[in-house]
């Protein structure tokens, strides 16, 4: 079993910041060091779409969109994945959810507006 927590959503204007983090516990917390990891996001009304991936030899990958404004990284001794997030854009609007292996969070919301 894991539990994957996300946090740092909230409401930001448009060319703004914000920091997710993705805390993993339970018997297999160490998931972040040895799984691949990554973020999704769903806009309301749509399908739910990859952002980042970070594998366990920390190479990266990201949806066209966000290069150069996101960055996925993890912190394997606290067991948690971050994404930075920077000059957001209203269409950055959405629940973004961190995944490893078969487990799912539950999302953070994230809202860029004026």
């Known amino acids: 079993q894991v539990q994957l927590v996300e946090s740092g959503g909230g409401l930001v204007q448009p060319g703004g910041s914000l920091r997710l983090s993705c805390a993993a516990s339970?018997?297999?917390?160490?998931?972040?060091?040895?799984?691949?990891m990554g973020w999704y996001r769903q806009a309301p009304g749509e399908q739910r779409k990859f952002v980042a991936v970070?594998?366990?030899?920390?190479?990266?990958n990201y949806l066209d969109t966000v290069k150069g404004r996101f960055t996925i990284s993890r912190d394997n001794a606290k067991n948690t994945m971050y994404q930075h997030m920077n000059k957001l854009k209203a269409e950055d609007t959405a629940t973004y959810l961190c995944?490893?292996?078969?487990?799912w969070g539950q999302g953070t919301l994230v809202a860029v507006s004026e």
């Open positions: 995944k490893g292996e078969s487990w």
């Open positions: 339970g018997l297999s917390g160490d998931i972040i060091s040895i799984a691949a």
């Open positions: 970070i594998s366990t030899d920390a190479s990266t």
